[in-house]
T-cell receptor
Framework: GAVVSQHPSWVICKSGTSVKIECRSLDFQATTMFWYRQFPKQSLMLMATSNEGSKATYEQGVEKDKFLINHASLTLSTLTVTSAHPEDSSFYIC???????????FGPGTRLTVT | AQSVTQPDIHITVSEGASLELRCNYSYGATPYLFWYVQSPGQGLQLLLKYFSGDTLVQGIKGFEAEFKRSQSSFNLRKPSVHWSDAAEYFCAVGANTGNQFYFGTGTSLTVIP
């Protein structure tokens, strides 16, 4: 089956610093990847759609200058949380569809804690 | 616009009892429907999916779900719940291939001995 990995699985950073989260499709190419954020006891909320070779599409209310997305290759998308604050602490999950498939393959998630 | 509703925020069942988790969706065309399970601090695990064909789909861990177009529902069922089934369950709907998913708010399942 298709596998999507995320790195790191958890990260703690100080307020004001930046942190990068990687999402990789290990055995298939993904021209599109999705980034979700999940707060405790809540559902997944789509943040942005990452497009290989072009700019990401952000959902309403998501600050594009704060959450920088780069889809550098057909197997890698990165999410950089810039100038992180405690309210950015959350569980970040990426997903990728295999081309032509209806199904999404989800990464295991990254737990970000900003102190 | 697509949307997914899970009316039950939290459900408690006894081990060995049957389970049904409700999911209603809103979508203009034939939806692609999914159920995922999430244990605390973990990612999502796909339980089952419906694209077309037989409206009763079987999944992993003994789960099944039935697509009812007339009711815009895709309820998840299990005849006998195990303590290890305690988790958060999410229903999701997808549109065209490669497009985003829309998630319900989730149902938290507690299993009591």
């Amino acid at each position: 089956g298709a596998v999507v990995s995320q790195h790191p699985s958890w990260v703690i950073c100080k307020s004001g610093t930046s942190v990068k989260i990687e999402c990789r499709s290990l055995d298939f190419q993904a021209t599109t990847m999705f980034w979700y954020r999940q707060f405790p006891k809540q559902s997944l909320m789509l943040m942005a759609t990452s497009n290989e070779g072009s700019k990401a599409t952000y959902e309403q209310g998501v600050e594009k200058d704060k959450f920088l997305i780069n889809h550098a290759s057909l197997t890698l998308s990165t999410l950089t949380v810039t100038s992180a604050h405690p309210e950015d602490s959350s569980f970040y999950i990426c997903s990728a569809p295999r081309q032509g498939a209806y199904e999404q393959y989800f990464g295991p998630g990254t737990r970000l804690t900003v102190t | 616009a697509q949307s997914v509703t899970q009316p039950d925020i939290h459900i408690t069942v006894s081990e060995g009892a049957s389970l049904e988790l409700r999911c209603n969706y809103s979508y203009g065309a034939t939806p692609y429907l999914f159920w995922y399970v999430q244990s605390p601090g973990q990612g999502l695990q796909l339980l089952l999916k419906y694209f077309s064909g037989d409206t009763l789909v079987q999944g992993i861990k003994g789960f099944e779900a039935e697509f009812k177009r007339s009711q815009s529902s895709f309820n998840l069922r299990k005849p006998s719940v195990h303590w290890s089934d305690a988790a958060e369950y999410f229903c999701a709907v997808g549109a065209n291939t490669g497009n985003q998913f829309y998630f319900g708010t989730g149902t938290s399942l507690t299993v009591i001995p």
